[in-house]
């Protein structure tokens, strides 16, 4: 019998990428064909979240399959030890050719640049974030620039590794891009793309009114802090600030999505690649970004917080030989599942460290393990005074959303703000999607709102983190407790 044929692997990830700005997820603010032509020819799914909605923290869960406080890189300064395990170790001991290409964004130091691949080169400067433009490059020939737009860089630098080889063993290439982050500088092809006004989100005014100080406190909104480089123009004199926030809104937007439309194009030059080579049908290809983003929803921008615009990561996934096409999969997976699935789709075994689930199975009608019944998730900076955003943990399931804020940093400048205590906050996804309403304090909610306490105290319990010394133990565990003992 012939064995079948071990799938090439192609994954693009893009950085702070919104499946609310792709138009298989319904986005009404842009069109992005190339893209929503992955989930057409597979599988879109609907619930994929980050286990830590920051660059650096998701490219590390992705690359080693486990959480932020077991890989280490919990937050943007704490760079990857790359010795350890990841997906690509697992392929290159299996025979797979491996290849790192873009935004890598988890150190440029000896010790933390890629291992396990074959070839990689990746964008250094701005603290690893790297440039739209004529951007420095690093490989193991030391340092570079290369001339022209990041997005198209990257897809010919990765088609050419490809080409480059001989042979039939199959291979891997991460094309990891640094669009759409922050500074959001498009191509000047795309300049007269989204200049009518952009529709703003239903949640455009949000008042924070029932959230919790954390939320209030956060330095992402559209009308206060975006800055010069962001906006490229000053405001027109005389605006209202009602005006103001609304032409900075129309001004942000129309920059992110012209380098959306870049990395479609360019997610098409790899699809219609894959074709002419005829290698479409036996390549597992995934499209994903690091986390999600606040596209003026709630009146922000960035992400870091476990609401969900940045929690949610998009994923579309094509593999014709063995993935049926137009499958929409509306089950919790995580970044963290990411490498345990491309292992099993090649054949290769995990590694024991590995925390994930493969969603291999759930995909191909094989054997699939059982379902996640929700979702862990922490945000470790306690002290970026630039976003102001808290550390917090949380857990969440397909109906509700427990987050707990807590904050031991230097505190916020100038306010005499050190630390303060916990905060709570819980939603009810089925009766309030957008998550205007913290129910933590509904009485109507107290049975669930403890019983969610408990399943996140054991969820860290099983992945082996810890939580913050400010949370007391859920009241409903002792007794839990009490009760076995009697
Ligand atoms: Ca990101």
Redesign the pocket.
């Known amino acids: 019998m012939e064995t079948p044929r071990r799938p090439n692997i192609v994954i693009i990830l893009t950085?702070?990428h919104a499946a609310h700005a792709i138009s298989a997820y319904g986005s009404v603010v842009n069109e992005t064909p190339r893209i929503d032509e992955i989930a057409r020819e597979g599988v879109r799914f609907d619930n994929c979240f980050a286990t830590n909605a920051?660059?650096s923290p998701?490219r590390a869960s992705i690359l080693t399959g486990t959480y932020s406080h077991v890989n280490g890189v919990s937050t943007l300064v704490t760079p990857i030890d790359a010795s350890q395990p990841t997906f690509i170790s697992q392929l290159k001991e299996a025979g797979y050719r491996t290849a790192m290409v873009g935004k890598w964004h988890m150190g440029e130091h000896e010790g933390n640049t890629p291992e396990g691949f074959d070839y990689w080169d990746i964008l250094i400067g701005h603290d690893g974030q790297g440039e739209y433009w004529d951007p420095l490059f690093l490989s193991a020939e030391g340092e570079r620039i290369a001339e022209g737009y990041a997005t198209d860089i990257i897809t010919d630098l990765s088609l050419d590794w490809v080409e480059s080889l001989g042979g039939d063993d199959p291979w891997c290439v991460l094309i990891w891009h640094k669009a759409p982050?922050r500074p959001w500088e498009p191509h000047p092809k795309h300049a007269d793309l989204f200049t009518d006004p952009i529709p703003l989100p239903s949640t455009w005014e949000d008042d924070y009114a029932t959230r919790t100080s954390s939320a209030r406190r956060a330095a992402m909104r559209i009308a206060e802090h975006l800055n010069a480089e962001d906006l490229k123009q000053s405001p027109p004199e005389g605006l209202s600030y009602e005006a103001e926030a609304l032409w900075k809104y129309q001004r942000y937007m129309e920059d992110y999505l012209r380098c959306v439309a870049s990395v479609d194009e360019n997610v098409g030059r790899v699809i219609d690649w894959l074709r002419e080579r005829g290698e479409f049908d036996d390549t597992v290809l995934m499209y994903s970004?690091?986390?999600g983003f606040f596209l003026g929803d709630h009146g922000w921008f960035d992400?870091r917080f476990m609401y969900e615009e940045s929690l949610r990561m998009p994923l579309v996934l094509s593999y014709p030989r063995a993935v049926p096409p137009n499958q929409v999969h509306s089950g919790i997976v995580t970044n963290v599942d990411f490498a345990q699935t491309v292992l099993e789709f090649a054949g290769t075994g995990n590694h024991p460290r590995m925390q994930g689930r493969s969603f291999a199975g759930d995909l191909t009608g094989g054997p699939a393990q059982p379902v996640a019944e929700g979702m862990y998730y922490r945000y470790w900076e306690h002290d970026d005074v630039f976003h102001r955003a808290p550390a917090h943990y949380g857990w969440r399931t397909d109906r509700y959303k427990l987050i707990y804020f807590y904050n031991d940093g230097m505190g916020i400048p100038g306010t005499g703000v050190f630390t303060y205590p916990g905060e709570w906050e819980l939603y009810d996804l089925e009766a309030d999607p957008e998550e205007l309403h913290n129910v933590y304090f509904d009485s109507a909610y107290a049975r669930i709102r403890e019983e969610l306490k408990v399943q996140m105290w054991m969820e860290q319990e099983r992945l082996g983190d810890r939580p913050h010394p400010s949370q007391p133990r859920p009241q409903l565990l002792e007794e839990l407790a009490a009760g076995r003992e009697r």
Do not use: V
């Open positions: 950085d702070d920051l660059c998701s982050h970004s690091d986390q992400k």
